[in-house]
């Protein structure tokens, strides 16, 4: 039986060996630096959020091209209204599907539902993302627990969740 020497095959797993964390740490540098920045306001809510959204949305919920929209410009604004507040809720509990524009860029996409995770961990990530991403102002009151059990008691599919959009964004999906 012949004996291979350092070769191809050598070469290919050195390369390997270097390539593998490389490739983690470009994955993993942008939620690093997401959670360096500044420690959040709702900790519980930035783990579920690294856990459950930023797949899709990104670390710093800068959204990803093609697949999910950024969630910096308009949480905020949702969550200083009464119907903003509910899609927020209905949002993360039931997800959504079709088409819908933000900062005037196409998204068809399905959002995933959530409605596994408790009232307490739906309010903590929506509060991380409202008050730590898109950093509403002093006067929006924080999402709360009876909030997103009130929505639950109701459930709809992700379908619904985009039509009551439609009462959130006039003139738009």
């Known amino acids: 039986m012949r004996r291979r020497g350092p070769g191809a095959r050598g070469v290919a797993r050195g390369a390997l060996a270097w390539a593998v964390p490389a490739v983690v740490s470009l994955v993993a540098a942008p939620a690093a630096r997401a959670a360096d920045a500044a420690s959040p306001a709702y900790p519980a809510g930035f783990g579920s959020f690294q856990a459950n959204c930023a ?11 093609a697949l999910a929209p950024p969630l910096l410009s308009y949480p905020a604004r949702y969550a200083a209204s009464v119907e903003g507040r509910r899609q927020l809720a209905l949002t993360v509990l039931y997800g959504m599907v079709g088409d819908i524009t933000v900062d005037d860029k196409h998204y068809n996409f399905q959002m995933p539902e ?37 929505e639950r008691a109701h459930a709809v599919d992700g379908a619904a969740v985009r039509e009551h959009r439609k009462s959130v964004v006039p003139g738009g999906p």
Not at 55 to 65: I, K, R, S, Y
Not at 121 to 150: C, G, Q, R, S, W
Request: net charge negative.
């Open 55 to 65: 797949v899709c949305h990104g670390p710093a919920g800068a959204g990803l091209p």
């Open 114 to 150: 959530f409605a596994r995770l408790d009232d307490a961990t739906l309010a903590a990530t929506l509060n991380f993302v409202v008050f730590d991403l898109d950093h509403a102002p002093a006067d929006v009151k924080p999402l709360t627990t009876e909030e997103i059990a009130a």
